[in-house]
């Protein structure tokens, strides 16, 4: 008993209490800031060297929805004119709104509908379908349940079952033998449901999108609500982004 | 054995493979597993419109040597004489050539398919395994599983509560990593090795940098060697840290489960000062490192990490003595040596069962080779075990971290690195937080990727779990499962 008690004075207060101004380190790759009228004339460097074909010239752009984040194009740029700040707000509410260009400024996704907000503005349960997923962006989802990010204070948690879910959060690049399971699962959850997209794998097919054993006819057939982009995201992005969806400040 | 001998990171070249006869070929892998070498490799590694030419890859951890010999298959003679059923490790690898080649292990007691169920290995489409007669059932579980996890499907034949057979069903993560390596730039290759297995960026990078490095005959900096063991620890304690406070969760002792995850937060944020991510992306890449560690870095992480060693000891002598906690670990889960050797058990669940494997210490690469970290081995093969052994591992991990960071050699984090061998291979093993990762790569005439296989420690392990669940309490499958915590993508590639 009084051991337990030790362990518990141990733990302190490790809670991030304020979701949207907390400090990440220094190498955190969050939002990149682009400055195209640094471009030197034909030069192509950042597009040669990103692994997803994240990034579009004239003007330039980065598509964070197929960004890993490695940051290469950052590294290779001779005018440092891609630079990958801190900001980890960056869920979005449509594919578009993933494309980053000079213009952007800051990322927040659109307000949930009234109804989605009133079914689940106090009380979201998720279920979680890892289809491919490498258990990175798992880990990070696992995350948003300890004690420093404790998601469960804002009523968004995961369930086990489907049929107690309010919608799914899809990682990975839906490999051929997901397809299945993953209609079945998002059948199972009573409507309305929503539906997030955690990751570059599950937005865009991210590193493994020209493979063979990929089947994503799924997102063809329904509607997306959020994407999270990152490899993977951080917790905080995924909070953040919930809150301002719901409109929980 | 006739073989061809070669230490772990040693190019060779393709043509010292001795390609054999099939008679010889199957002697000379039995003569191998005789002396106690285990298999880390079987696959095709050519394949024309008439033939295969296949490539078993031994390992002798007593002689720290690998062994390759290698057999021509066509598509008339494509069968074998199975070595599975005297030598068990070879169960699973016989499997996965069979699904990939089409080459049968002939009386292979249990030929199954690896990642493609729906594939005709032999001659009918299998079917698992069930047990018949009264108040005997079966329970299904997955893909989906109740928790954030990655999907897979075991199917249970029990009696009561008794689980007599556990069957495992995998690849429904199957990405196709394996082809999708050979023709992609060097920098979309870095990216596939980070997300092998997402949790085991560290230890597949550092397998897939050593092993281009040892092709190209490209040496790196001391200086990049221990930054990178550095990370490779870091990503151990982490984990250890995450299975041990999923082992606490699923005994019901949340004090445990909160503190080692609020600790395993500050490991990974520390992994993130090296390189931005919390998880190690972006850090090992062929050549060296994409980001060196600033002093401010480096005195931060010593921080986060002295509070760890503290904090962790106390946690670990608190739970480790809780009778709560110990009544469910003792004796539950128990995979004993011999089970373990035979199936060719890799990583602390090995070591837990009293098998001395490391490739650490046995094939030492990078840092490693300057400063060993001790083989620490337990004997009862249980849950406890497998539990304790990582708590231990931590430690030692923490210890050698410092003793890094006291004096870390200065120098460049990157060097260009040189033209490929052609015609060339290499096997380059690590030590992940699991156990041995092992990439076994090949190059064309070109110097272009013509094969590379990939080994995570779950490959063997999985078979471990089935057998840790023989005779016990169906209940008790999440604890078992959370104490050898493997991989999904990293079996299913
Ligand atoms: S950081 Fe993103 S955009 Fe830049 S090279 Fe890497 S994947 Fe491409």
Redesign the pocket.
């Known amino acids: 008993m009084i051991e337990s008690i030790q362990l518990r004075v141990l733990q302190g207060d490790p809670i991030v209490h304020d979701i949207h101004h907390a400090s990440l380190p220094p190498l955190f790759?969050g939002k990149?800031e682009l400055h195209s009228d640094q471009c030197p004339d034909g030069c192509n460097e950042?597009q040669k060297?990103?692994?997803?074909n994240?990034?579009q010239l004239h003007p330039l752009s980065?598509d964070m929805g197929?960004?890993?984040?490695?940051?290469?194009?950052?590294q290779q740029c001779p005018e440092k004119a891609?630079h990958?700040t801190n900001e980890y707000h960056l869920a979005c509410s449509s594919r578009e709104q993933l494309v980053v260009s000079d213009a952007t400024k800051n990322i927040s996704p659109e307000l949930a509908s009234e109804k989605i907000r009133k079914y689940f503005g106090k009380s979201l349960k998720l279920r979680q379908i890892s289809a491919g997923g490498c258990n990175g962006c798992e880990l990070e989802l696992n995350a948003l349940s300890n004690v420093n990010f404790d998601m469960g204070r804002f009523g968004i948690e995961f369930v086990a079952s489907p049929r107690h879910a309010d919608g799914i959060v899809i990682t990975g690049p839906l490999p051929k033998a997901m397809a299945e399971a993953t209609y079945l699962c998002y059948d199972a959850i009573p409507s309305p449901k929503i539906n997030i997209l955690f990751g570059a794998c599950a937005i865009s097919g991210g590193i493994f999108k020209d493979s063979p054993e990929l089947n994503r006819e799924f997102l063809n057939n329904y509607p997306v609500d959020l994407f999270i982009p990152g490899c993977p995201p951080h917790p905080l992005t995924f909070i953040a982004g919930m809150l301002d969806w719901l409109d929980k400040k | 054995m006739i073989s061809l001998t070669v230490q772990n990171h040693q190019p060779f070249a393709i043509k010292n493979i001795p390609i054999l006869t099939l008679q010889e070929f199957e002697g000379s892998v039995r003569e191998g597993m005789l002396t106690h070498a285990r298999m880390i490799g079987l696959f095709g590694l050519e394949k024309t419109q008439t033939e295969t030419t296949v490539i078993a890859v031994l390992s002798n951890p007593s002689t720290s040597s690998l062994h390759l010999v290698g057999t021509v298959f066509t598509a008339i003679n494509n069968r074998y004489n199975s070595f599975a059923g005297v030598h068990q490790q070879t169960h699973y690898f016989e499997c996965e050539l069979a699904e990939n080649h089409h080459i049968i292990p002939e009386g292979h007691p249990w030929l199954r398919p690896v990642r493609k169920q729906t594939v005709v290995l032999d001659k009918q489409p299998y079917s698992m395994y069930r047990m018949e007669g009264e108040e005997v059932h079966e329970v299904a579980v997955g893909p989906i599983h109740a928790g954030v996890i990655e999907p897979g499907h075991f199917r249970f034949q029990c009696h009561g509560e008794l689980v007599y057979h556990l069957e495992i069903n995998l690849g429904y993560q199957h990405r196709g990593i394996e082809q999708l390596l050979l023709n992609t730039s060097a920098?979309q290759q870095n990216i596939l090795c980070e997300s092998i297995t997402g949790d085991t960026t560290v230890g597949h990078t550092m397998a897939h940098a050593l092993a281009v490095e040892a092709i190209s005959r490209t040496t790196v900096s001391l200086r990049t060697q221990t930054l990178r063991s550095i990370a490779e620890e870091l990503e151990r304690i982490a984990m250890h840290l995450a299975g041990l406070g999923g082992i606490a969760n699923d005994v019901g002792y949340a004090i445990g489960a909160a503190s080692y995850g609020r600790l395993r937060t500050l490991v990974i944020n520390s992994s993130a000062l090296l390189c931005g991510s919390r998880f190690g992306r972006g850090f090992i890449v062929p050549g060296g490192l994409r980001f060196d560690a600033t002093t401010e870095a480096i005195e931060l992480l010593q921080k986060n990490l002295s509070l760890v060693q503290k904090d962790v000891s106390t946690i670990n002598s608190v739970m480790f003595d809780a009778s709560s906690v110990l009544a469910r670990l003792d004796h539950t889960g128990t995979v004993s040596g011999e089970w373990a050797k035979s199936i060719g058990m890799v990583g602390p669940a090995a070591r837990a069962s009293g098998i001395e494997l490391d490739t650490r210490s046995q094939f030492p690469y990078g840092a490693y080779r300057y400063s060993p970290l001790p083989l620490i081995t337990l004997s009862t093969g249980d849950v406890f075990a497998r539990a304790r052994i990582r708590s231990l591992e931590i430690d030692e991990s923490i210890r050698f971290i410092f003793e890094q960071f006291e004096n870390l050699p200065s120098g460049s984090i990157f060097n260009e690195l040189q033209p490929r061998a052609k015609e060339s291979g290499v096997i380059s093993m690590v030590e992940g937080w699991r156990g041995e990762i092992a990439h076994c790569v090949f190059t064309d005439s070109q110097g272009s990727w013509k094969r590379y296989k990939i080994k995570d420690p779950s490959f063997h392990n999985w078979y471990g779990l089935a057998l840790a669940l023989r005779s016990e309490a169906i209940s008790d499958f999440p604890l078992c499962n959370k104490s050898f915590d493997l991989s999904y993508s990293g079996h299913d590639l």
């Open positions: 790759r990149p950042c060297v990103c692994p997803t994240a990034i980065i197929l960004c890993v984040f490695c940051p290469l194009c950052e891609i990958f | 920098a």
